[in-house]
């Protein structure tokens, strides 16, 4: 809630109760003969110093409720209508090697890095729907496309925290240690039908070569031509560091360093192939930092289109000061015979 003058311009009024105060008017009967020895004589008055005060104070209050003092709010008024963005994100085995390099020099696997700018991505876009959609051997929705981030959060920190514990049990993980690409598009195309969406994209990540020899496998160039038809934009982005090593259990609680072997890395070919097909990008993150800026990147391609009104809900409030002022100057005038005294 705030305060605010309607008309503030009429405050310069109040230089006339200032003129009123200081500027003590003279009184008739200083040409009477007996004035000057009465005004040595007697104590001087205070009646004539009061009758400026309450005149001044009077005008002061009308001045001020001449200028409409307001009291309420700016209500802004945003519509939520952004577009549908589903990130497709890979499970495969490959998103444990820890290849990728923070900023403080740590080492941190692809799945870590992946997820921490997933969820900085989908914080940013408020007023999108945001779903959510997981690969390896086989694919699923996660996350329907909501406006609540929240649980988008949520559902990536609990998909991480599921994965992680069938690794450490020696398992490939909640859907297979390979990478379907083509189902993993082809699912995310489910959830973006609706047409009356201003806009409608998909950010496709990966780590590793498509899994032909899978028995469901999909041709993500032919998931890529349906996207096209359907005016869903794809973006990819291919997480591996080519010049980088991973930690590898050497035995005896030994930890060894060893290149990354081009089977680990994801087809950056493949990517732009499947991108180009579908009006999008394909784009490289080798490091943490590469990676926040990708998605900054496409952040800037797919912006969020805003409509934004914003009007006043203020209310006057002069209705007091105007009662009193009139009351102060009223009581002003009506004492002015009693208040003369000597100025």
């Known amino acids: 809630m705030n305060f605010r003058f309607a008309d503030p311009w009429l405050l310069t009024g109040v230089v006339l109760p200032l003129v009123v105060l200081l500027w003590p008017m003279p009184r008739g009967g200083r040409a009477f003969a007996p004035t000057p020895l009465a005004m040595s004589v007697l104590r001087p008055s205070r009646g004539p110093l009061l009758h400026r005060v309450l005149l001044a ?32 994100i ?18 941190s696997d692809r799945l870590a890095g992946v997820m921490r700018a ?3 991505f989908v914080e940013g876009r408020g007023d999108d729907r945001v779903g959510l959609v997981f690969f390896g051997d086989t694919a699923l929705t996660s996350c329907p496309l909501t406006y609540d981030h929240d649980t ?6 609990r998909t991480e925290r599921q994965q992680r514990s069938l690794w450490a049990e020696g398992k490939e993980g909640l859907l297979g240690g390979n990478t379907n690409l083509g189902l993993g598009l082809g699912t995310a195309l489910k959830s973006l039908r609706d047409a009356k969406a201003l806009g409608r994209a998909i950010i496709l990540i990966t780590d590793g070569v498509d899994s032909r020899q899978l028995r469901n496998w999909i041709d993500p160039l032919v998931a890529a031509r349906q996207a096209d038809r359907l005016g869903v934009n794809v973006y990819g982005i291919g997480v591996g560091n080519p010049q980088g090593t991973y930690t590898l259990d050497g035995g005896f609680g030994r930890k060894v360093l060893k290149r990354v072997p081009g089977e680990l890395l994801p087809d950056l070919s493949r990517l732009q192939a ?8 394909a784009f490289t993150a080798t490091d943490t930092t590469s990676l926040a800026e990708v998605f900054a990147k496409i952040d800037r ?8 009104r914003q009007r006043d809900d203020f209310a006057d409030r002069h209705r007091w000061p105007l009662i009193i002022g009139l009351l102060l100057v009223a009581l002003a005038l009506t004492l002015e015979p009693r208040l003369r005294g000597i100025a």
């Open 118 to 120: 997933a969820r900085t």
């Open 152 to 157: 988008v959060v949520q559902f990536l920190e």
């Open 274 to 281: 499947i991108t180009s097909l579908a009006n999008g990008s």
């Open 57 to 88: 104070a009077g005008l002061l209050a009308l001045v001020v409720a001449a200028a409409r003092p307001q009291y309420g709010q700016v209500i802004t008024e945003r519509s939520q209508a952004g577009r549908d963005l589903a990130l497709v």
């Open 90 to 107: 890979d499970l495969s085995g490959s998103m444990q090697v820890d290849d990728l390099q923070d900023a403080d020099g740590s080492r």
């Open 301 to 308: 391609l797919e912006p969020t289109p805003r409509t934004v």
